[in-house]
């Protein structure tokens, strides 16, 4: 015969190790369910970020467009570097820089019988805390025809929960585009 108080005895253990079978898999469940709760919000503000970061460039490129400085001059901070890498009189790359309030007066006095657009073509954007870069290939049109392509560098810094452009260079080509 069997003794019963060892049945009882090895029945309880067993007992004991499912109720600490359960409860170890509740702990990990609800780690589990934290983990992905702060993993899709974490992945929502970045994405709200990036978005924001987005908004002030096509903010830029609206004012760009409507040849609107104020709108242009609301999506930069003050002191703005601006650059172009291109290719020099004698066909070797180099820097450029440019003042960004003669940028603003070049732009604002392009006379209206000319039209140009900077097509962006997709956004790569990132982000760490207060700063963010963009790159943007694009390309330029002038009255209908394809001028040139290139891409954009925009570094950004958030100001008082605003985004501002800080600096962006731009490379100008016209092989390699289409």
Not at 34 to 42: E, S
Request: hydrophobic share 40%.
């Amino acid at each position: 015969m069997i003794n019963s108080g060892i049945l009882g005895h090895k029945c309880f253990i067993k007992l004991i190790i499912l109720a600490i079978h359960i409860s170890i898999l509740s702990v990990m469940k609800n780690r589990m369910l934290l983990f992905l709760f702060f993993g899709v919000w974490a992945l929502t503000a970045q994405e709200t970020e990036d978005k924001a970061v987005q908004k002030t460039i096509e903010t830029f490129f609206e004012g760009f467009h409507n040849q609107d400085s104020v709108l242009i001059r609301s999506t930069v901070a003050e002191g703005i570097r601006m650059q172009t890498i291109g290719k020099s009189k004698n066909g070797s790359d180099s820097v450029r820089n440019q003042n960004f309030d003669k940028f603003i007066r070049s732009i604002v006095s392009i006379p209206d019988t000319t039209r140009f657009q900077e097509r962006l073509l997709s956004f790569n954007i990132q982000i760490d805390g207060p700063m963010a870069n963009a790159w943007t290939p694009y390309e330029f049109w002038v009255n209908d025809e394809f001028s040139h392509c290139g891409v954009n560098s925009f570094q950004l810094f958030k100001d008082k929960g605003e985004w501002k452009i800080i600096y962006i260079i731009d490379t100008r080509r016209k092989e390699g585009c289409l």
